[in-house]
Structures are given as structure tokens and as C-alpha cells.
């Protein structure tokens, strides 16, 4: 993806995993960048990213910090959110106002710096339950969406995510900001950070130490991912060619199975056939995982814009695994 050195980035959530990976991309391919980041903790921030980036620490659901915030900014993108869904089942209130109110900020001071583009980085849970019919994918043209239980806890993040997402369309009608919406399979490969608890990092710590891999939920939903760089490549790409108040999935068709698919797959793949997978279901939701879902997304609109997908679910899951070596 070709950029200009020149110009100036801001990304949000750069203590993140995307967010972290994307300042590092641009730092290493566009050395005389002027890049900065809005972070929550500085001492964490600069322990993780390269040195030079101007980094800012605020609270960006704090509008008035956020309005405080001076410098000129051609390009944005906000990553920041919530991810861990135990959080998100204990803490929804606060899940919701990290999205809905950051996402408003964010997009106010886009509009102050008059920037040529942003991209806000959401996720596939925003379709909710989508029961594809036939095998044919969902979301071709990224405008449907299957039902979300509005009387769940954990629906405040699916929630959340289909009002941010509406805010960005909103800034686009209303203030002319061009900004654009990349929906984000399940992203992973190299870099991941420690402490990561979702499933695919689950999986990979089991087949790196020879345990074998306990499910907590039958592991009936779909499974929808992208490798980090693929993914990254995909939001540059949405930022400089994608067009202002659309969304555009990231995801490679190729890696689209069951979660207990994904399971056997790094038992025997990655493992060797030297683990098993085994189900230990409660009753209750003391996990926090989302609903089932049947969404199979559709990466065509994206294509249609020139990004290719290169690695597979096994590159990725070595590519995880050496990292962290």
C-alpha cells in the first residue's frame, strides 16, 4: 500500500494489538512519518512502540480532554475498544461508553483537523445472527445484520459497535468527514500480545505446551479470520480507496470453520495429533462468550478495491506461535 511519508497519523488504541501493529507498520515503511498515538497509559505505551512517535495520554470518552488535544492530523484511526468479552459481561456499561462516546470524540476531532481520511475499525459481531443459507456467504454488500438479544449484557458490545458504526456514517452526512468502516474478522499472526484470552490464543498456548484443548461452549459457531498483516493492509487500503460512510469486511474466505473445526484443526495440524480437544460446558455464562452465529463474511466489496488475502490459518497460527518463542 502506498502512502506519504509526509503526512501526519493519528491512532487511538495503540497499547492494542491492531493498534500497536499498524503504528509499527507505518514507523518501519514510512520512516519520516508524523505519527501519533492517543493512549491511556504513556509508561505502557512507550515500553511497546518504536521511538519518535509523539504519544498523548487521555481518556478518549473524556470530551474534554479529547477537545484539548492540538496537532494536525491528514490521517486517523481509531482502534481503540474493548476486547475482552469477561469485560464486556461484567463491565457493560462502561464497554458502551468506551465505544459510542470515544467513537464521537474521535470523529469531533477529525473533523477539527479537516483530515483527508479516517477509518474507524469495527467488527463482525456487528451482524450479530446471520444464518447464511446454502453455504453462500453474508454481507456482500456489508449492509444487513441478523439479530442481536438487546437484553443481553453481552450484546453492549455488538450494540455498541452498530451505533459507532452509525456515528461514522452520521459525520460523513452531516460534517462531510470522510471516514470509512473496516469490519475485522478474528485477527492474528505474528506480534500478539501477552495475556491475550481469546480462543485462537487459547488454542495456540494448548498445542505450544501439549495440553490438550478444553471447549466451553460446543464450539457450533462459525469462525470468520485474517492474518495480522493481511488485516493491516486491509485498512490502509479501506483509509486511501475505500469510499466515505461505507463499511468494507477484512476477512480471508479461506479460514472460515467452526470454532470446534478451528480446534481439531490446531490439534492435529499444529500439534501433531499429540493433543485432543475435550468440551467442559457450565451452565452458566461465566465466560462471556458471543452467541452462536452462522455469519460467513463475504471479502468481495474489499477485493474490489485491489487487497488480496495471503495467509492461511495455519501461517498464522506459527506465526503466533514464533513470535512469542
Same mark, same amino acid.
Not at 488454542?203 to 462459525?222: N, P
Not at 468481495?300 to 501461517?315: D, I, N, T
Given at each position: ?57 487521555? /481518556?478518549?470518552?473524556?470530551? %474534554? ?5 492540538? =496537532? !494536525?492530523? $491528514? ?5 481503540? *475498544? ?51 443459507? /446454502?453455504?453462500?456467504?453474508? %454481507? ?5 445484520? =441478523? !439479530?442481536? $438479544? ?5 450484546? *453492549? ?169
Amino acid at each position: 500500500m502506498e502512502f506519504y511519508p509526509k503526512h501526519s497519523w493519528l491512532i487511538t488504541g495503540a497499547t492494542g494489538y491492531i493498534g500497536s501493529m499498524l503504528v509499527k507498520k507505518l514507523n518501519n515503511e514510512t520512516p519520516d512519518a508524523d505519527i501519533t498515538v492517543i493512549v491511556r497509559s504513556r509508561a505502557k505505551a512507550e515500553a511497546m512502540l518504536p521511538r519518535g512517535i509523539r504519544i498523548l495520554e487521555a /481518556d478518549l470518552t473524556d470530551t %474534554g480532554a479529547v477537545s484539548r488535544i492540538d =496537532g !494536525r492530523f $491528514d490521517y486517523v484511526v481509531h482502534c481503540a *475498544c474493548v476486547t475482552k468479552s469477561r469485560e464486556m459481561v461484567t463491565r457493560p456499561t462502561e464497554t458502551v461508553k468506551s465505544i459510542v462516546n470515544a467513537t464521537q470524540n474521535v470523529l469531533d476531532l477529525a473533523v477539527r483537523n479537516h483530515a483527508k481520511s479516517a477509518v474507524y475499525v469495527s467488527s463482525m459481531e456487528v451482524y450479530g445472527d446471520m444464518r447464511c443459507p /446454502d453455504g453462500r456467504r453474508c %454481507g456482500e454488500d456489508e449492509a444487513g445484520a =441478523g !439479530r442481536v $438479544d438487546i437484553l443481553s449484557a453481552r450484546s *453492549c458490545y455488538p450494540l455498541a459497535k452498530r451505533m459507532a458504526e452509525n456515528i461514522c456514517c452520521s459525520f460523513y452526512v452531516e460534517y462531510g468527514l470522510p471516514v470509512k468502516i473496516a469490519r475485522l474478522a478474528q485477527t492474528f499472526g505474528k506480534g500478539v500480545l501477552p495475556g491475550e484470552g481469546r480462543v485462537f490464543a487459547q488454542f495456540a498456548e494448548c498445542a505450544a505446551h501439549g495440553r490438550d484443548i478444553v471447549l466451553h461452549t460446543e464450539g457450533k459457531s462459525v469462525g470468520n479470520y485474517c492474518e495480522i498483516e493481511d488485516a493491516l493492509e486491509g485498512i490502509l487500503t479501506v483509509l486511501h480507496k475505500g469510499k466515505p460512510g461505507e463499511a468494507y469486511n477484512i476477512v480471508n474466505e479461506a479460514c472460515t470453520m467452526r470454532i470446534r473445526e478451528v480446534a481439531g484443526f490446531v490439534a492435529e495440524r499444529i500439534a501433531g495429533g499429540e493433543i485432543s480437544v475435550r468440551f467442559d460446558i457450565p451452565e452458566d455464562d461465566r465466560f462471556g462468550y458471543a452467541p452462536d452465529t452462522g455469519l460467513m463474511m463475504s471479502g468481495e466489496k474489499l477485493k474490489g478495491l485491489g487487497w488480496e488475502p495471503h495467509k492461511g490459518l495455519e501461517e498464522m497460527f506459527r506465526d503466533m506461535l514464533n513470535s512469542r518463542a
